[in-house]
């Protein structure tokens, strides 16, 4: 395996090949398979353009050519940063085509997060669109260069602007690839790409995904979501996340032959129209969205759409209310599935024969039934059936280990390989989940993951600022948002004169503290260690108080 991961024990390995788990595909023969199989058929849909799988193949194949004369190779990790653009899927096969591995950011992420992930992988080149909304990714990637993260080579989506080192996607499209590409060989027990973790540490960790690990995941959500090459799905979350990647995702809908059709945001305008327009059957979301697309069609800007395509609504990435949930299948007239997953690998449905009740107060139960769950105290002593406890997994698609990250390792994971998720959960006699809350130091921003370190070791860097604690603060809409509390040095820096600072550091938007108090100590733990659940607990009291009559 790929120096600074960790490989599944042979045994685990052996196990999970026996089952039929995983199958010793990699990424480049999927692609072919299904573009055998489903040639004519629609594989993506993006405004004017689509593409069938044949299409589809030859453009890989065209890329994967132009980026092996650009000078990418085998083994080489390129930071891809595309926003719902088919180019997502042609770079993504192209690069499994020729064998380097892409390395997936969000479109939000800004110079900060992706230099740090351009040099902590050594990549080759960056994909980037030109100008996404209203940013110039250009002059973000020039930023990342002149920051010292290289990478060499950055591939533009649009107009590359002419900077030297700069090529548009456009021009690197050659003549096919001929088979066996080099990727064909890439080995399917080992990494084919990363994916970021939603983190609680200063840095945010790489997560290492094999073809095999991962491509199990794909085939069983696929199999679970009933998807069929009569799927049309709609990509409104951003495509490089986990949860429309592979929950079933757009690659689960290519599994099947299916349609993946891409919306460039998630609000209800947009896709409820795409919706009706593509006569889609199934799409996923995060709980804010899903709260405005039902307000939005209970009487509000979407009310007359058609939508009787519509057979499931995925809800996921963080918890979604009981009572919105209740919501969906009178308001929408599909299902309701609600997904808990991770990007480290676990991930939970619920079931489309589950009873309703199920459906709206759990989070479904794991794909597999090799995914092991453990739910502990406090002592890693198993708590009481059915009684709230962390959460620790393993199985055949969740990771050993983060990219060479082996002191965080040590702590994230237990010696015989269960990863600590940080959820506290419920298991329920059915083997469903209830997530009951977290343990871990990230505020879940609507779906958006925010790891309180990072954050605070930006505002830390402010030379006014001697300490910094960032924690969640219940929001109606959004679940949680963030509150900083800073103890000044001397005086106070000016509240939006600190968050332009850490705007100009590279953070991306969703990051930037929603609320800044500034305070003259913090409250401490027994050992003296701030205590951040006393700090929530005073901007809960704080919002309450000011909320009241
Ligand atoms: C998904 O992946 P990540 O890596 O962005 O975030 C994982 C974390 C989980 O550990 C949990 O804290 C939270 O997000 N979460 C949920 C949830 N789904 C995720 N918390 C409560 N209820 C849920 N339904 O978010 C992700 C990956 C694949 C599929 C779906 C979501």
């Known amino acids: 395996m790929l120096a ?25 023969a999927f692609l072919r398979d299904r573009t055998r199989r489903f040639a004519t058929r629609t594989a993506v849909v993006e405004g004017e353009r689509r593409w069938t799988y044949a299409e589809l193949d030859e453009r890989v194949s065209r890329l994967a050519a132009g980026l092996l004369r650009l000078g990418i190779a085998p083994g080489d990790r390129v930071v891809v940063q595309l926003p719902n653009i088919p180019e997502v899927l042609e770079v993504a096969f192209a690069l499994f085509r020729i064998g380097a591995l892409p390395v997936y950011a969000l479109p939000a992420h800004r110079h900060g997060e992706i230099g740090h992930l351009c040099a902590a ?51 690197l499209r050659d003549a096919p ?40 995941s794909v085939r069983a959500s696929a199999e679970i979501c009933r998807l069929s090459p009569e799927t049309v799905y709609l990509a409104a979350l951003p495509m490089t996340h ?52 039902l307000d939005a069609v209970d009487g509000g800007s979407q009310a007359g759409r058609d939508l009787t395509s519509l057979e499931v609504l995925q809800v996921g990435g963080a918890k979604f209310g009981e009572q919105a949930a209740r919501r969906v299948r009178p308001t929408l007239g599909c299902a309701l599935q609600q997904v808990f997953g991770m990007a480290e690998g676990l991930v939970n449905y619920t079931r489309l024969d589950d009873d309703e009740e199920t459906v709206v107060t759990t989070q479904g139960r794991p794909i597999s039934p090799d995914d092991e769950i453990r739910v502990l105290d406090d002592a890693d002593r198993p708590v009481a059936p059915g009684e709230p ?21 040590a702590t994230a994971f237990t010696a015989d390989g269960f990863y600590r998720t940080g959820d506290v959960v419920r298991l329920l006699p059915g083997g469903h989940l209830v997530v009951e809350g977290r343990a871990k130091d990230q505020i879940n921003r609507g779906g958006e993951k925010i790891a309180a370190e990072e954050v605070e070791n930006h505002i830390l860097a402010h030379p006014d600022v001697h300490d910094a604690a960032v924690v969640a603060v219940p929001d109606a809409f959004l679940g949680e948002r963030t509150c900083a509390y800073v103890i000044p040095r001397g005086t106070p820096p000016g509240r939006s004169q600190l968050l332009r600072f850490l705007r100009e550091r590279g953070l991306a938007a969703y990051k930037i503290p929603d609320r800044v108090e500034f305070v003259e100590r913090f409250p401490a733990t027994g050992v003296g260690k701030t205590s951040r659940r006393e700090l929530r607990q005073a901007i809960t009291a704080e919002l309450r108080r000011t909320a009241a009559p």
């Not at 669109?129 to 002149?146: E, I, L, N, S, T």
């Not at 970021?196 to 200063?202: H, I, M, N």
Request: proline fraction near 10%; include cysteine.
């Open 4 to 28: 600074g991961c960790t490989p599944w024990p042979a045994e685990a390995a052996a196990r999970y090949r026996a089952a039929g788990y995983w199958t010793g595909e990699n990424f480049d």
């Open 121 to 171: 992988t050594a990549a080759a080149a960056l994909v980037i669109p030109d100008v996404h909304a209203g940013f110039d990714h250009r002059a973000m990637a020039a930023r990342v260069r002149a920051q010292g993260d290289g990478p060499a080579h950055v591939l533009v989506a649009g107009d590359s602007g002419g900077e030297e080192g700069f090529t548009a996607l456009a021009d």
């Open 177 to 216: 690839l001929t088979h066996p590409a080099p990727g064909a060989a890439a080995d399917p027990d080992d990494v084919a790409f990363f994916q970021l973790s939603g983190g609680t540490t200063g840095l945010p960790k790489l997560i290492p995904r094999t073809h095999d690990d991962y491509l199990y």
């Open 242 to 293: 986990n949860f429309p990647m592979s929950s079933p995702g757009f690659l689960g809908v290519l599994h099947a032959g299916g349609t993946v059709v891409l919306a460039p945001d998630p609000s209800p305008d947009t896709c409820l129209a795409l919706i009706e327009t593509e006569r889609v059957t199934m799409t996923a979301v995060v709980p804010p969205v899903a709260l405005l697309w």
């Open 389 to 409: 406890g962390h959460l620790l997994t393993r199985g055949p698609y969740t990771i050993r280990g983060y990219y060479n990250a082996p002191e965080h390792n």
